[in-house]
T-cell receptor, first 116, second 113 residues
Framework: AQTVTQSQPEMSVQEAETVTLSCTYD???????LFWYKQPPSRQMILVIR??????QNATENRFSVNFQKAAKSFSLKISDSQLGDAAMYFC?????????????FGPGTRLSVLP | DGGITQSPKYLFRKEGQNVTLSCEQN?????MYWYRQDPGQGLRLIYY???????QKGDIAEGYSVSREKKESFPLTVTSAQKNPTAFYLC????????????FGPGTRLTVT
């Protein structure tokens, strides 16, 4: 079974600075999708960014970008120009592309604090 | 507006009572999911459904039951057999298999005393 690990339970960043959140995963599959979700204090889960494993190019969404290292099974999230509204729990998630019955596997999350 | 609704936001029950959490979506999504979230932990899958009238157990299905009689609705019943039901419950949906993300509802906080 696939597993997702986020080794940083908590992180903090100064406003306007850059922070990188780590995520590693374990899978024997070659085709899959990876996601980063944000859960602010409201507890509403929000998709931040998506990466298809077959794409070599790292995904980017405005201030959010990923560093996808397929061989290392690593999928880190970089937040540039951090804002107070970025403070939240961040979850890394994996989804198989091949197994119809396989659903999303979430990591334990990283709590990000943004310091003014 | 399209989205997922969960009701109520807060729910209180006495131990020994069954309770049903509502989840409705108007996104025309085929797949729906129920997760449980405990403090300091990620999301754990309780049940999921890929199509109407079909559902599968997730990692922690014991003490829970679901139904999927309509595409839009996927209610979760927390039975008295669930040993530790107090938690935050999230419902989600997605278009189906593929690179489609899950959309989440606002969640229901269940407290059982």
């Amino acid at each position: 079974a696939q597993t997702v690990t986020q080794s940083q339970p908590e992180m903090s960043v100064q406003e306007a600075e850059t922070v990188t959140l780590s995520c590693t995963y374990d899978t024997s599959e070659s085709d899959y999708y990876l996601f980063w979700y944000k859960q602010p204090p409201s507890r509403q889960m929000i998709l931040v960014i998506r990466q298809e494993a077959y794409k070599q190019q790292n995904a980017t969404e405005n201030r959010f970008s990923v560093n996808f290292q397929k061989a290392a099974k690593s999928f880190s999230l970089k937040i540039s120009d951090s804002q107070l509204g970025d403070a939240a729990m961040y979850f890394c998630a994996y989804r198989s592309a091949n197994n119809y019955g396989q659903n999303f596997v979430f990591g334990p999350g990283t709590r990000l604090s943004v310091l003014p | 507006d399209g989205g997922i609704t969960q009701s109520p936001k807060y729910l209180f029950r006495k131990e020994g009572q069954n309770v049903t959490l509502s989840c409705e979506q108007n996104l025309n999504h085929d797949a729906m999911y129920w997760y449980r979230q405990d403090p300091g932990q990620g999301l754990r899958l309780i049940y999921y459904s890929q199509i109407v009238n079909d559902f599968q157990k997730g990692d922690i299905a014991e003490g829970y039951s679901v139904s999927r009689e309509k595409k839009e609705s996927f209610p979760l019943t927390v039975t008295s057999a669930q040993k530790n039901p107090t938690a935050f419950y999230l419902c989600a949906s997605s278009k189906g298999q593929g690179a489609y993300e899950q959309y989440f509802g606002p969640g229901t906080r269940l407290t059982v005393t």
